[in-house]
């Protein structure tokens, strides 16, 4: 048996769904939220700068931090720039540090240099020598953490 307060809560769910069938409106909503999240992301690369390295010994680097994109696809469009590549990119989102880092036929592995950067901030991180991510939870070491990437690609590249 159901009460009038949820025959009435029901009632309201599909007025407020323009849907006879909740179900079927709940659907329709999440997946309009799904699309609405893929714009603001391709919108945000759109609007990302394009990243600009120096050149370490024929080896295009950068170590940044960024406000807007997603920092992977940015790291690999600018690894598929260049024949030498090593990218470091920083990015701080709800009180958190987001590093990754990538690397295209140079010296400097990506797991490692991330890991090394990583414990400055607090955080862990690792992966594989071509792509690697990692977190940290100490903002107020960011500048630090871009130091020390900065000083270890010079050291292992120069």
């Not at 009460?3 to 599909?14: D, H, M, N, P, R």
């Not at 600009?52 to 994109?69: A, H, K, L, P, Y």
């Not at 540090?97 to 490692?112: D, H, M, P, V």
């Not at 240099?113 to 070491?141: M, P, T």
């Amino acid at each position: 048996r159901f009460t009038k307060g949820f025959i009435e809560e029901v009632a309201l769910a599909k007025d407020e769904l323009k849907s006879q069938d909740l179900i079927e409106g709940i659907k329709k909503v999440k997946e309009q939220i799904r699309e609405l999240k893929n714009e603001i992301k391709n919108a945000k690369n759109k609007t990302a700068q394009k990243i600009e390295g120096d050149s370490i010994n024929g080896v295009q680097t950068v170590v940044s931090v960024i406000e807007d994109g997603d920092i992977k696809t940015l790291i690999d469009e600018f690894k598929n720039r260049f024949d030498k590549a090593a990218i470091m990119l920083f990015q701080v989102k709800d009180e958190k540090i987001t590093i990754a880092a990538g690397e295209k036929n140079c010296s400097i592995k990506a797991g490692a240099w991330v890991k090394d950067v990583a414990l400055i901030v607090g955080g862990k991180g690792g992966g594989r020598d071509d792509f690697a991510q990692a977190g940290g939870k100490d903002i107020e070491k960011l500048e630090e953490a871009v130091a020390k990437a900065k000083e270890i690609v010079a050291t292992v590249l120069g």
